[in-house]
Each structure stands twice: as C-alpha cells, then as structure tokens.
C-alpha cells in the first residue's frame, strides 16, 4: 500500500552523518511518519515490514538513531478498565539533525586512461 502519495522533505545533510543503510532508511520512515507533526508512534513490526528488515534490525536502528541523537524515544502505555496497564507502540520525536561532524574534503578519485 502506498502511503497516498505524499511526499516529505529531508535536509541534504543526512547523507553528511555516518549512518548506516537501515538506520538511513529507519529513520527517512520515521520522517515520513511525522510529517510536520515531528512526532509518531508506528509499531516496530511496522516500521520493519515498511523498510524490509527484522523487528530486531528495527530495533537495533532505532537504538542507535537514539544515541546518535536524530530521535527521541518514549515509552507509552495505555491503562485498561481493570486498572492494568500495558505498553502500547512506543512514540518517536524527530529531533533536529545534530551538528554535523567535520571532516576533511574527501581527496578527488584518480582517473585512470
């Protein structure tokens, strides 16, 4: 199912950070989920069938998008009628892209004739 064809924007500088490609298209979902909300709640099980890995691999992009600091994770629950509670999909704030680290200019690839 296509999401209804809308389209997001991401910064050019994304492709500036040292991610790796799940965690790249983890977090291009999580974008795209958001919308100008800057938040969203999509299931594991969801975000790994939409960017075809493993709940764990999901898990473990997340994890480190987490740490490298491009989301915020929050634990949500839901409380039932019989004073229970369980934990429901977990919601995730996009966060500003932190500062870029500095490099050299990549050197010019040789041509060979």
């Known amino acids: 199912m296509i999401l209804g064809e809308r389209f997001y924007q991401m910064s050019n500088a994304i492709f500036h950070y040292d991610l ?4 790249f ?25 939409n960017c ?4 764990n691999t999901a898990r473990k992009a ?3 998008l987490v740490k490298k600091r491009f989301i915020r994770k929050v634990a949500t629950y839901e409380d039932w009628i019989d004073g229970h509670s369980r934990q429901a999909n977990n ?9 870029a680290q500095s490099s ?3 050197t010019p690839a040789k041509r060979y004739r």
């Open 52 to 55: 075809n890995c493993s709940e």
């Open 104 to 106: 050299a200019a990549p």
């Open 62 to 64: 997340i994890a480190a």
């Open 25 to 49: 298209m983890v977090y291009n979902y999580l974008v795209s989920c958001a919308g100008q909300k800057d938040m969203c709640w999509p299931s594991v099980h969801r975000i790994a069938v």
């Open 91 to 99: 919601t995730y704030y996009i966060l500003d892209l932190p500062p």
């Open 20 to 23: 790796t490609p799940v965690e």
